[in-house]
């Protein structure tokens, strides 16, 4: 069986024909779905969707919706994240793509971000739930605002990770784990391919961040939590396990860390 631990059922493309989507993941064995919140309506969406065994929800701000948090949304924050079927606070992070100075996604700047992002690690360490990090290129700025925080935090998830090796060796010194996506499927992505192969099994989570992403040999399409298990594939090649094995373990270690 499989855990996809980062979509976002709610998303238009999915949300259309989630009925069918669901189905499919099932078929697919993949009987596990954490669908991930961008915003604090996503998160109250998403929980509609949300039932004791299959479908999870996160609460959090996307740093892409940075300029969406003010006074009130700490304290609605932390009230969602009080329903049970919320496992984790995010998707938060920081993302230089919408960081103000680029004007073609004009956003919040990287210290709105960044405090956006505190105030979300804040109600998590208040809460004990984990922490889904969404990282673009700001792997110093999290590192060193993670390490502040990283006594108070019951853990997380560095999603989609993307970045390099010594990275890799410094997120998990701090005691995340790492999620791949079909990312590590493609032929041009021999380091990511390397982050695999050296990250210790008990730390992976796999995942689709559908619709985005869709492994080989689904890449350019749209993507659906039905594909997970050619990330558990790729991730058993490189670790010499089946495809089966890396389904169970990667299960065992979300549903660990989001406490399901
Ligand atoms: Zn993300
Ligand atoms: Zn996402």
């Not at 809460?127 to 990090?133: A, D, G």
């Not at 192969?197 to 008990?202: A, F, K, Q, S, V």
């Not at 594939?233 to 094995?245: D, M, P």
């Amino acid at each position: 069986m499989f855990f996809d631990s980062h979509c976002h059922l709610t998303d238009a493309r999915l949300f259309a024909d989630l009925e069918n989507v669901l189905n499919r993941a099932e078929s697919a064995q993949v009987t596990q779905i954490l669908s991930i919140a961008v915003d604090l309506d996503d998160a109250q969406r998403i929980l509609a969707l949300c039932d004791e065994r299959r479908v999870f929800a996160s609460a959090g701000v996307h740093p892409a919706s940075a300029l969406e948090w003010n006074d009130a949304s700490s304290a609605q924050l932390e009230m969602l994240a009080q329903n049970p079927h919320v496992v984790a606070i995010g998707e938060c992070g920081l993302d230089t793509i919408y960081d103000d100075s680029h004007l073609e996604f004009p956003g919040a700047t990287r210290a709105r971000q960044a405090e956006v992002l505190e105030a979300q690690l804040e109600i998590a360490a208040r809460l004990q739930l984990p922490v889904v990090i969404h990282n673009r290129e700001a792997d110093e700025d999290l590192l060193s605002i993670l390490q502040n925080w990283r006594e108070k935090l019951s853990g997380g998830v560095f999603h989609c990770f993307s970045s390099s090796p010594a990275i890799a060796r410094r997120v998990l010194d701090l005691g995340f784990h790492l999620g791949f996506t079909g990312i590590v499927t493609f032929k041009n992505a021999r380091e990511l391919q390397e982050v695999a192969g050296m990250c210790p099994l008990e730390r992976i989570l796999i995942e689709t961040d559908a619709p985005y992403l869709a492994p080989t040999p689904h890449r350019g399409q749209m993507n659906e939590p039905s594909f997970v298990p050619f990330v558990a594939a790729k991730i058993g090649e490189l670790k010499g396990r089946s495809r089966e094995e890396i389904g169970q373990i990667t299960t065992n270690n979300a549903r660990k860390l989001f406490g399901i």
